[in-house]
């Protein structure tokens, strides 16, 4: 069990805030929603709402902010997206320029901001059903692939999926598909079970971002879409500037996990 497993999400932000938590995410505030960050100029956001809504799996909305506002209005309204993530990336025409852990001074009146489902609010379910989720159990980042399955394209918008992994014991995988899938709003089931060759993964044991988990015996490599896809989609589209969260530095909101499920 991590330290902030039972932390309010207030709480979570407030210590992120301060700069006390710069890293993952994952098992923090369980029983809450986190987020995914993509902010864009206003004159790109029709197109990446476009692309959020041909390509529900990867981009789960959960929040659409007012232009130039920072405030989560809908899904945590004390909070503001500028500093409570724990860590940022600064896109320039595609090019990763740095990483920040407040974003206040890049803040243009013209950006709009999204906030994308995460597969790291269903790992509560996950974990009440007795599944393992061996980057919790290890303390590190989920491992993150880039694969050959494409995008549906969106005005400037295109490029390829990204899929987060969690080792499976064989005999939970169905279980594990039957309880991710009642979460549509955080990625859902799996697009992908078993052989990571067959989306286009060359080695298991390098992922594109995060860590790499331990395969045991007996466990399956499972595949969710995952909500560092914008940052993908950002890296072939070349926009000026966008700004992301680094991959598994997640946004704590308000929102209850169960309220996203399908019952």
Not at 95 to 118: N, Q, S
Not at 203 to 230: H, M
Request: with cysteine; proline share 9%.
């Amino acid at each position: 069990m991590n330290t902030y497993q039972t932390y309010e999400p207030s709480q979570m932000r407030e210590l992120i805030r301060e700069k006390k938590i710069t890293g993952p995410t994952a098992g923090f505030a369980e029983g809450f929603a986190q987020a995914n960050l993509m902010i864009v100029k206003k004159e790109l956001a029709f197109d990446f709402l476009l692309f959020c809504q041909r390509n529900p799996a990867a981009c789960p909305l959960l929040d659409v902010l007012d232009p130039g506002d920072p405030v989560p209005r809908r899904s945590a309204p004390q909070a503001d997206i500028r500093t409570d993530f724990p860590k940022y990336r600064i896109y320039r025409k595609g090019i990763l320029e740095e990483e920040v852990t407040d974003i206040t001074a890049y803040w243009e009146d013209d950006m709009v901001a999204f906030l994308i489902g995460c597969s790291f609010t269903f790992e509560h379910a996950l974990m009440l059903n007795d599944i393992p989720v061996r980057h919790i159990e290890d303390g590190h980042n989920v491992p993150m692939y880039q694969t050959n399955i494409a995008c549906e394209k969106a005005g400037v918008f295109h490029g390829p999926m990204v899929v987060s992994m969690r080792p499976i014991p064989a005999h939970q995988v169905t279980r594990s598909v039957q309880v991710t899938s009642r979460f549509p709003s955080v990625h859902g089931g799996p697009i992908h079970i078993g052989d990571p060759a067959v989306i286009g993964i060359s080695d298991i044991g390098q992922p594109d971002f995060g860590e790499p988990s331990v395969l045991k015996e007996g466990e399956v490599p499972v595949f969710w879409a995952c909500g560092v896809t914008p940052q993908a989609i950002v890296m072939h589209t070349k926009p000026d500037i966008a700004i992301t969260h680094a991959p598994g530095h997640m946004f704590i909101t308000d929102r209850r996990d169960q309220k996203l499920g399908v019952l």
